[in-house]
């Protein structure tokens, strides 16, 4: 059988997607080849956001064949629609004689111009994970839902990662026959192999941090931000007055002064600087519970909660976050609370934390269904629909 030419659109190696690459490259389906369009080597990166420059010490080119397209815009990078401008990039999938062009993102210069280029002249397919979680009201609504429709008429297929992902499709001109599930997951791999190495080193981490090992542990992994709403979190923590609980900020960015200043004289609540991929499951294993208090906008999934699952914990997060239809079941392996309600947040954490030993029955069930949330199902996807 010959091999379909799949040219995959991205702007830029994202440590979520460069293991899937890699495995897609394997497929007895596909030949492929990704084209980066942001025109970056992605040794090291700025993010705003942390504060910091990033270098993943993870392989991200690895496995799988790529090419950075030249970038011409005067302010490059992946923040505005104009910030990704490749003229070479139509001309570079037409000469490798691609059979399919599969797109990440639609709402860059480059990236929209292909789509529009290839419509009706080879199958053009989508992938994204937006939701209407936060969608605007009024005018703008419909502005954006008709501007949506338009830029989709191009795509002939789209897989998506979950059902709020689907309601968007849907509202946004695609048909349910042209919409293919391809599940948001992780290298679930990574994050439950050596499981007793990760434990032991984890159980050190904590007793350097000055933890008991039978208190309940809560982390939060991710930006210090007000979309992650860090705060609400530790308010609710502050309201539990638990002397056998802990909770963990695990990360950085422009609220850490504030969180800081808020717990000050609490032993019980710590702060874990940004820690790269590779340390990442020693620090979900520290905790018996993650919590993803996310308020939005943009909070269209939240992959954290998958790798926390894999790590075999139990799960709290706020309706806001796009995956809680899909990973939360209620009272089995975690719960979902109103995003923004103190008290709501604070009695999900209450029923939660009514047990060590709950929280890890909930924590093997996480594992359980995360497990078919992984990179093959996307792979057998895009094998059967492509």
């Not at 309706?319 to 809680?324: F, I, L, Y």
Request: with cysteine.
């Amino acid at each position: 059988m010959k091999k379909k030419r799949l040219a995959i659109i991205s702007s830029h190696p994202i440590q979520y997607n460069a293991p899937m690459f890699a495995m897609l490259a394997k497929s007895a389906f596909f030949e492929l080849k990704v084209f980066y369009t942001w025109s970056q080597t992605q040794e090291k990166v700025y993010d705003r956001d942390f504060g910091k420059e990033i270098k993943w010490d993870i392989p991200l080119l690895n496995g799988y064949d790529f090419q950075f397209v030249q970038n011409i815009s005067k302010q490059p990078g992946p923040g505005s629609f104009r910030g990704i401008d490749c003229p070479d990039l139509i001309p570079a999938i037409r000469n490798w004689q691609a059979d399919a062009v599969l797109v990440f993102g639609w709402n860059y210069k480059a990236h929209l111009a292909a789509m529009r280029h290839f419509h009706g002249k080879i199958p053009v397919v989508f992938r994204g994970d937006s939701t209407l979680i936060d969608e605007s009201t009024g005018i703008k609504k419909w502005i954006r839902r008709l501007v949506l429709t338009f830029v989709y008429r191009y795509c002939d297929k789209a897989f998506y990662v979950g059902r709020h992902n689907k309601a968007y499709f849907l509202q946004h001109g695609f048909k349910e026959h042209q919409l293919f599930f391809a599940p948001h997951a992780i290298d679930n791999e990574r994050f439950n192999h050596k499981d007793e190495e990760l434990k032991t080193k984890a159980l050190d981490f904590r007793q350097r941090l000055g933890i008991d090992q039978q208190d309940i542990v809560i982390l939060f992994v991710g930006k210090f931000e007000p979309k992650k709403d860090p705060l609400l979190l530790m308010k609710s923590f502050q309201h539990l007055n638990r002397s056998d609980a802990q909770l963990i900020f695990a990360g950085n960015g422009f609220m850490e002064h504030e969180m800081k200043k808020l717990s000050e004289g609490q032993h019980n609540i710590h702060f874990i600087p940004f820690q790269n991929q590779q340390m990442m499951p020693v620090i979900y294993h520290l905790a018996d519970l993650l919590a993803l208090p996310s308020q939005g906008p943009g909070e269209t999934w939240g992959l954290v909660v998958n790798e926390a699952m894999a790590c075999g914990k139990a799960v709290l997060v706020s309706d806001k976050v796009g995956c809680a239809p899909d990973l939360i079941k209620d009272e089995w392996n975690g719960k979902v609370f109103h995003s923004g309600d103190l008290d709501d947040c604070v009695r999900s954490m209450q029923s939660l934390l009514s047990s060590k030993e709950r929280l890890t029955e909930m924590g093997l069930n996480s594992r359980t269904l995360i497990e078919s949330w992984s990179f093959e199902k996307i792979v057998e996807s895009f094998e059967k629909n492509i």
